[in-house]
């Protein structure tokens, strides 16, 4: 297959870049709005010693790269503990099972990052600062030389997480704009595998899940290897459109 019979295939099968296009949005967009929206949120706190301890000096040489560590690796844990979260949730009126709650060290800072993600802007706010509250009083009260002071408070999401209903629409048009320009060209038994790979696309998509996308483009590389490269195909038209740029 030359470049010449590609395009003559792409002329006579425009409808099929067109149709997975529609398809490739229309799904996007009512997955999308069946879909419960996510807010999320995050505060950074602070870890250094207590004004009030009385040896002050010793307490700040104690933060040596090894020990902040431990320290900052101590109340992550502290934050993302079942405990915590559970009380929290309870103080906020909510559900924990419907909110996901990380917290990472910073790399150069005595501090850490609190990320709440849920299905309600207001109560997200609510139970990053209620597990940030406990959090504290509970490692103030392991290590009573220092303090845990709020850098960046948790505030509440205006709009959900994630991509928008117009970017997801785009990169589902693209997809299938190339996916749809597969399934036009003469090369047998690949209309099924292009179309599942459409779908495939589409779901990673609004499901925002990168090992399913990575999965999607695995496949559709496979695929043009095995149903292109193997079959000469591909080859024979690399060699044709070397030939015309030399």
Do not use: C
């Amino acid at each position: 297959m030359d470049l010449r019979t590609a395009l003559t295939a792409l002329r006579r099968g425009w409808i099929f870049p067109v149709v997975g296009m529609l398809a490739a949005g229309t799904v996007t967009a009512g997955l999308q709005q069946t879909r419960q929206p996510s807010y999320a949120t995050a505060g950074t706190y602070l870890v250094a010693p207590s004004p009030s301890d009385p040896d002050i000096i010793e307490s700040i040489k104690t933060l040596d790269a090894t020990r902040s560590r431990t320290l900052l690796t101590t109340l992550t844990e502290i934050m993302t503990s079942d405990t915590v979260v559970a009380e929290a949730a309870g103080i906020v009126a909510v559900d924990p099972e419907q909110y996901r709650v990380t917290a990472a060290a910073l790399p150069e800072a005595n501090g850490v990052t609190l990320r709440v993600t849920g299905p309600d802007a207001g109560s997200t706010s609510a139970l990053a600062i209620a597990v940030a509250t406990d959090a504290a009083r509970r490692f103030v009260a392991l290590y009573r030389i220092y303090e845990v002071s709020v850098l960046d408070a948790p505030v509440s999401p205006a709009i959900p997480a994630g991509r928008g209903l117009i970017e997801l629409l785009v990169l589902a048009g693209v997809v299938g704009l190339v996916v749809g320009g597969s399934l036009a060209l003469p090369i047998p038994l690949t209309n099924y595998l292009f179309g599942g790979l459409l779908l495939l696309f589409a779901l990673a998509l609004l499901e925002r899940d990168g090992w399913l996308m990575a999965l999607a483009w695995i496949a559709g590389a496979i695929s043009i290897g095995v149903f292109g490269v193997l079959s000469g195909s591909l080859a024979a038209t690399a060699a044709r459109w070397i030939d015309l740029l030399v």
